[in-house]
Nanobody, 123 residues
Framework: QVQLVESGGGLVQAGDSLRLSCAGSGRSFSSNAMGWFRQAPGKEREFVAAIAWNGITRYPEPVKGRFTISRDNAKNGVYLQMNSLKPEDTAVYYC?????????????????WGQGTQVTVSS
């Protein structure tokens, strides 16, 4: 099984950029589909991005054009480049892994989760 640790969060101003990293340990996740989710205070956990084994990606409307997910299987890493950040992006961001290689937008389809990294965007 894969173990995941997120990093790269912090406090930034609106319009700034951040690059989040998700480092895997244990078994390689080269065959896993990977995703990023976020959860703001008082809100449900929200889908942010997903990437399949072959690099195909999916994004929801609120982040499309601003966020980019990528992966480096050789380094057992997944990344989320976030540009033009808005205060509405403030949340704890979580990296997650599926047991299969196919894409999913549903959090219940992901069985391994990191502890999260805080992203705060001031206005």
């Amino acid at each position: 099984q894969v173990q995941l640790v997120e990093s790269g969060g912090g406090l930034v101003q609106a319009g700034d950029s951040l690059r989040l990293s998700c480092a895997g340990s244990g078994r390689s996740f080269s065959s896993n589909a990977m995703g990023w989710f976020r959860q703001a205070p008082g809100k449900e956990r929200e889908f942010v991005a997903a990437i399949a084994w072959n690099g195909i990606t999916r994004y929801p409307e609120p982040v499309k054009g601003r966020f980019t997910i990528s992966r480096d299987n050789a380094k057992n890493g997944v990344y989320l480049q976030m540009n033009s950040l808005k205060p509405e992006d403030t949340a704890v961001y979580y990296c997650a892994a599926r047991a299969t290689m196919n894409l999913s937008l549903g959090r219940t389809d992901y069985n391994v989760w990191g502890q999260g990294t805080q992203v705060t965007v001031s206005s």
